[in-house]
């Protein structure tokens, strides 16, 4: 026994809630175990640090047998039989702390006999089961916002490599693109099992291809992507700047297209709008059908949260429901989070989901937008959704490629924040008048620009669910 090993809680904890969320849907993934961290572990305790007592009773109650079982495989050393919830900061947790004997992050291992028993790539119908079967087609909810992308989808699915290879679906955060993507391929999976089908997110291949550089198994990696029937790959936006993967995924999307093999892409806005996106890649993503999804109207999310209350066999009065559905505009993660965080406030004070109830729970636990984002986040997200450092935001120079995100960031503080003009002026260290300017601009071209509306619905998109994350 080792003493004295020093012991990272962020990486266990990370490692554990990466295994959590696989199995939770994401609105719950991200409203319960936000801000969370490992606190001690004094066998055969582990100690859990949680933000709210209401978010240590829900973990108590819910989730705590889940999280320890992820526990007790990521850590065999300890003989670990209850997980405790405690209230604190996450700073208190997230450090490396020194213990009696060392821990192992990693995942077991599979054993030689149990990877000769497991099919590889090329015999296996959905790779490394990474579809989630709960994102099926019955379970999306196509309205006006929609109807395209989920048609389009469902052509896909029916015939897959001869009607729009590839579809192409862009949207805001938290829209449904992920439901869709794993929607076509559960449904692939059903109709034809012996197609084989990979699902990954395009962080997740960029990955795989520097690992397979440094590793000289690139034969191997080539053979994983580019003998596919079917390939889905998730926030494709993510290959800007990278040239060495874009070259990769470009050798990898011509020898899957050529073949008639159906290729399905999402990312946060169309092709010709991804920055440092080659050409040649952005011109081959347009070739099939290109699709959007837009922020649900108030009677698709209400239609929605009736459809989540039915999952989970619970109903709330129409009042409620309209109240929540004009409350949560921005996507449905959000939409889904204010649902689960009415059900619960219901179970654990045990009172009925009254309009009464629920505009005082609202009032209490939703702060309005203007007070939950600040002024860093907007230039923060706006330099990362463009590229451009904070020191090209706010400085002087005129290029077209600053001044536009500026004017970007001044109409969100106009109309978001509820700034006034003088006031952006001093926090931008601009005059009021050109501020006005800007924002005026925007408002002009905005009605008639279908690409700025994109850009600015993503924005916002990106920009509150950046205050739930």
């Given amino acids: 026994m080792q003493t ?6 962020e990486t266990i904890w990370r490692t554990a809630l990466g295994e959590l969320e696989v199995a939770i849907s994401k609105p ?17 305790l582990i100690t859990v640090g949680v933000p709210t007592n209401f978010t240590l009773e829900w973990l108590s109650d819910k989730y705590r047998f889940q999280i320890l079982e992820v526990l007790k495989k990521l850590l065999p050393e300890y003989s670990l039989k209850e997980v405790s919830f405690k209230i604190a900061q996450p700073s208190q947790g997230l450090k490396p702390v020194r213990l009696d004997q060392p821990i192992s992050v990693e995942p077991p291992t599979t054993s030689a006999t149990e990877q000769a028993t497991q099919p590889d790539l090329a015999s296996a119908a959905v790779d490394d089961g990474h579809l989630n079967p709960a994102y099926v087609f019955d379970s999306f909810i196509a309205g006006t916002n929609s109807r395209l992308a989920h ?3 469902l052509a896909v699915a029916s015939e897959p490599g001869k009607r729009h290879n590839p579809l192409f679906i862009y949207g805001g955060v938290g ?3 992920t439901h869709l993507v794993h929607a076509i391929g559960n449904d692939i999976a059903a109709r034809f099992p012996k197609k ?25 990696f080539k053979e994983r992507y580019r003998t596919v029937d079917v390939l889905l790959i998730d926030d494709i936006q993510f290959l800007s700047g990278k040239e060495g993967t874009q070259e990769e995924f470009f050798h990898t999307f011509n020898a899957l297209h050529q073949t008639n093999r159906q290729i399905v892409l999402t990312s946060d806005r169309m092709p010709q709008a991804i920055p440092e996106l080659e050409d040649r890649l952005s011109s081959r993503f347009v070739w099939g059908m290109v699709t959007d999804i837009k922020s649900p109207d108030v009677e698709t999310r209400a239609a929605i949260l009736q459809q989540k209350c039915l999952d989970r066999k619970t109903s709330l009065p129409e009042e409620v429901v309209a109240l929540l559905a004009r409350t949560f505009q921005n996507n449905i993660r959000e939409l889904e989070g204010g649902l689960n ?13 009254t309009l009464a109830v629920i505009e005082r729970l609202l009032r209490e636990q939703q702060p309005l937008r203007q007070t939950a984002i600040s002024i860093g986040q907007v230039l923060t997200v706006v330099g990362n959704y463009y590229q451009i450092d904070q020191v090209d935001l706010l400085g002087p120079r005129r290029n077209k490629e600053f001044v536009h995100p500026r004017q970007i960031i001044m109409y969100l503080l106009r109309y978001e924040l509820g700034f006034s003009f ?21 408002k002009r071209e905005l009605p008639k620009d279908s690409l700025l509306q994109h850009e600015i619905t ?3 998109d990106h920009l509150y669910n950046s205050t739930l994350t």
């Fill in 4 to 9: 004295g090993a020093v012991v990272d809680y």
């Fill in 28 to 44: 719950s993934f991200i409203t319960w175990f936000r801000d969370t961290c490992i606190l001690a572990i004094d066998e055969p």
């Fill in 151 to 153: 048609a389009a989808s």
């Fill in 175 to 177: 829209l449904g693109k």
């Fill in 196 to 220: 084989r089908i990979l699902y990954a997110s395009c962080e997740r291949f960029a990955n795989e291809f520097i690992h397979a550089i440094q590793t000289k198994r690139m034969e191997a």
């Fill in 341 to 353: 965080q009415v059900l619960a406030y219901c179970e654990l004070e045990k009172v009925e989901p």
């Fill in 422 to 442: 003088p006031k952006i002026g001093r926090e931008l260290n601009k005059d009021h008048t050109t501020i006005m300017h800007g924002v005026e601009k925007l």
């Fill in 458 to 460: 993503t924005l916002k």
